[in-house]
């Protein structure tokens, strides 16, 4: 049992103070993580065929080891009988393009664009970019962006298709399983899902239009195609390094609601493969994250707060009501964490008993990705992550 200390104990010990305030709000957030996977919403397989056309838009560049498995498993959707999909070869200098150009030639609901290996326009990114030219292509009613490492299970277009439709949603966004092998990958993938899973309140986020209220992953994401074109699709985000989350909040800013779901069950993606791909993938985009630097130091301090501190105290904490106090903040850090594991599939133990690890490698990125943004030596496939 945890005896609280007094008042008066707390303002005589602000590192206990500390433990308290991080063990509380730890807690708290295990609690809102329990009642928010009940209102999260998993795409039925049971969904019906559609009787709308849908365009599946994969931008692609320099994805030999993965395009194939992925046009694949899009192309092996079923009850979609008015499919197309719009590949675009941004400028790849591998066999992409071939892998491409085969399989359209064995299936003709297959488009593939071929463009030349050059920089975005000023003021677009690379990927906004590339989204935007497909969606200019695109025919049907419903679009869809996946990315070109995303597998998709035969029935995830038709399902997330109904549970936007049937949720009057303009835009749907299932997180996939993320695939996780190296230890880095390990310690900071899963950190991807938990994180919106405990603190975005999902049942508040579909029914309110607060962009702040928008947790969305670019590896999956379904809109309705007149929604899309009404905001200017990829152009009101053509200058966000996140443009997945932008995208949504531009949504949700013209009045539409979104929906984030669990897409652990139609779609995997191993979304950085190694340790150096891990550092350069997130130092590419944490810059960006939190609204600038007070934001990041804001965000990530309450991190180090909740998850760190009341670990660290559980274990070096002079007197034993601090320990008892941190291994309760600790205890419901890992709960929270494997929570979420379990209901998305991912390894629940013992990676989540890591989270005080995973939060501070977290950290340690952000402090990599602004001190590459500041030098400007941020890159991502061989493009500087800068808006020219």
């Known amino acids: 049992m945890v005896t609280w200390p007094t008042t008066s104990r707390v303002s005589a010990r602000p590192g206990t103070a500390a433990v308290l305030a991080g063990t509380a709000a730890a807690c708290a957030i295990a609690a809102h993580t329990l009642v928010n996977l009940r209102f999260l919403r998993t795409p039925s397989s049971d969904a019906p065929s559609l009787d709308e056309n849908v365009t599946v838009l994969i931008p692609a560049r320099d994805e030999e080891a993965h395009i194939e498995t992925t046009v694949r498993s899009v192309l092996a959707q079923d009850g979609v009988p008015g499919l197309s999909v719009i590949v675009l070869d941004d400028g790849s200098t591998d066999d992409t393009a071939v892998i491409l150009d085969r399989l359209a030639a064995d299936d003709s609901r297959l488009t593939v664009v071929h463009a030349p290996d050059a920089p975005p326009p000023a003021g677009w990114l690379g990927k906004p970019w590339a989204c935007m030219r497909l969606a200019d292509q695109a025919v049907g009613s419903v679009l869809v962006f996946v990315d070109a490492d995303v597998e998709l299970r035969p029935h995830a277009i038709r399902s997330v298709v109904a549970t936007m439709r049937q949720g009057g949603f303009a835009l749907v966004a299932p997180y996939p399983f993320q695939e996780s092998e190296g230890w880095l990958e390990r310690l900071v993938q899963p950190l991807v899902t938990w994180s919106w899973a405990a603190l975005v309140p999902l049942r508040w986020a579909e029914t309110s239009t607060r962009p702040s209220l928008s947790a969305a992953n670019g590896q999956f994401i379904a809109v309705a195609a007149d929604a899309y074109r009404a905001i200017d699709g990829h152009g009101s985000v053509r200058a966000d ?65 909740v998850y760190v501190v009341p670990a660290v105290a559980a274990i070096a904490a002079r007197d034993s009501r601090t320990r008892r106090i941190g291994l309760l903040g600790y205890a419901a850090g890992v709960a929270s964490r494997a929570l979420v594991a379990r209901r998305t599939g991912e390894r629940a133990l013992p990676d989540a008993l890591l989270q005080p690890a995973s939060i501070a490698a977290f950290t340690v990125l952000n402090v990599i990705s602004w001190q590459r943004h500041v030098r400007g030596s941020n890159m991502w496939k061989g493009r500087a992550v800068v808006a020219g």
């Not at 443009?243 to 950085?272: F, N």
């Open 241 to 305: 390094v996140i443009e997945d989350v932008a995208l949504m909040r531009a949504m949700k800013s013209s009045g539409r609601h979104t929906s984030t779901v669990d897409g652990s069950t139609i779609a995997t993606c191993r979304m950085y493969d190694g340790t150096t791909a891990v550092v350069d993938g997130y130092a590419k985009s944490l810059w960006s994250a939190f609204k600038g630097p007070i934001g990041s130091i804001a965000v990530n301090t309450m991190l180090i707060g």
